[in-house]
């Protein structure tokens, strides 16, 4: 009887967690066809890095525009242009400029336009729990990375049971480093200027400026 027992809890485990799975990629498919459905997105977001053990604890903030694959990126007082071609990393700290072209077909090139859809690939994912964050409801899906060379243990992708928008990223890292992407403002279909995605060099007169490639 034991053994029957046994084996029906297994069964019922087994079928529980297919059937959680089936409902997180579900979830993840109606986020990624959702994105598809903007124009552009401009994001606002909060970064925070963790680690207890290294009392590290840092926190700053950043700001995105996405059209296609094409993006702006301002983060820890840099800015990132890509235009389709090419990225410029402009750092005003040192008034340098590097230019370097990207291949974004590239699965495994981890760049701003794909922020939105990571998941898609290299991921076993499961159902997580669902949290109240200030009347939003925020449900969980686990990534768990499938390359073991991967120094993330595990991401947790807090999505907005409403919109289908994602609301949070946090990245737990095998060192116990904890890192957090929020988004405080998620506005789509904005009105972009035509150079909104253009480099221009005359903005930058005294920058030195280094060609990679």
Do not use: H
């Amino acid at each position: 009887m034991n053994k029957i027992l046994s084996i029906a809890l297994l069964l019922w485990v087994s079928v529980t967690a297919n059937a959680q799975d089936k409902k997180a990629k579900d979830l993840l498919d109606q986020v990624t066809a959702k994105v598809k459905t903007y124009n552009n997105i401009t994001i606002d977001f909060k970064y925070t890095l963790t680690n207890l053990k290294e009392n590290i604890n840092k926190e700053s903030k950043g700001n995105l525009v996405l059209e296609g694959n094409k993006y702006v990126l301002n983060f820890l007082g840099v800015t990132k242009i890509f235009d389709g071609k090419k990225t410029y990393t402009i750092v005003p700290e040192d008034e340098e400029i590097t230019i370097s072209s990207v291949n974004e077909k590239d699965d495994n090139a981890v760049t701003p336009s794909k922020m939105l859809t990571f998941f898609n690939s290299g991921y076993k994912y499961y159902w997580d729990i669902l949290q109240d964050v200030k009347g939003r409801k925020i449900q969980y899906i686990k990534l768990v990375p499938t390359n073991p060379k991967d120094q993330r243990k595990e991401v947790l992708l807090g999505i907005d049971s409403q919109t289908k928008n994602i609301y949070n990223v946090i990245e737990m890292g095998k060192n116990g480093t904890r890192t957090t992407l929020t988004v405080n403002s998620f506005k789509t279909n904005q009105p972009l200027s035509k150079n909104q995605f253009t480099f221009a060099a005359s903005k930058y007169p005294n920058y030195y400026i280094n060609k990679l490639d």
